[in-house]
């Protein structure tokens, strides 16, 4: 694992929580790096949005406002939405199965959830599960460009992830969506599956206020 992987996960695994401050000499001495690695990991986290600069205080991890949420949520629908189009219409039959056996894991582990709704390994299962749907989507849909900015935009959303994705009723809410998703995409219907995807990121907005 490089650097900027490492640094990453901590982040993602709330070991940096949102607001805090990037001590680079204390995690370089605990990865055993110098910090000239350690600040060319941290400029790699800014492009991607995990990381803000500010100017004679350092690297903090980003703290996502609620007006920017909004904006994330509305390019998230836009791109998603357009990729799941191209999926309708383009994906083979075997990879059209191979999104319905993800979704066929999703509603195994809500089923899980269910019985104990507050275990963080489920919870944590259910999330992996669901953004490897979304993700196996986008290799579907053969869009480079598109899938980079999806990627790097789910990056700063994953900083408040389970926040809106846990809440009460949320769970089978999101894999009805996830089902009228997958509906769509098997009956290749390009129109149903782009606004499923739209009805799924609006949904999730509304959830998240």
Do not use: C
């Not at 949520?73 to 994906?91: F, P, S, T």
């Not at 009460?168 to 009228?180: I, N, Y």
Request: cysteine-free; overall charge negative.
């Amino acid at each position: 694992m490089d650097v900027a992987d490492n640094l990453r996960l901590r982040i993602l695994q709330r070991g940096l929580p949102p607001g805090s401050w990037i001590d680079e000499q204390k995690l370089a001495e605990e990865m055993g790096i110098s910090r000239t690695p350690m600040r060319e990991a941290i400029k790699v986290l800014a492009a991607e949005g995990l990381v803000t600069i500010r100017v004679r205080r350092g690297a903090y991890v980003t703290e996502v406002p609620e007006n920017e949420v909004r904006e994330i949520y509305h390019l998230l629908a836009l791109l998603e939405a357009d990729a799941a189009a191209d999926v309708a219409l383009h994906a083979a039959d075997e990879e059209l199965q191979e999104l319905s056996g993800l979704h066929t894991q999703l509603q195994l582990q809500a089923g899980l959830l269910a019985a104990s709704p507050n275990d963080s390994l489920l919870i944590d299962r259910f999330f992996a599960i669901n953004q490897q749907f979304h993700g196996r989507m986008l290799d579907i849909s053969r869009n480079h460009w598109r899938m980079q900015i999806v990627n790097d935009l789910r990056g700063v959303m994953q900083l408040g992830r389970h926040h809106s994705l846990f809440k009460t009723g949320r769970v089978q809410q999101s894999l009805d969506e996830h089902a009228a998703i997958l509906a769509a995409l098997l009956a290749r219907d390009a129109t149903a599956a782009s606004a499923a995807m739209r009805t799924h990121f609006a949904n999730g907005l509304r959830a998240a206020g």
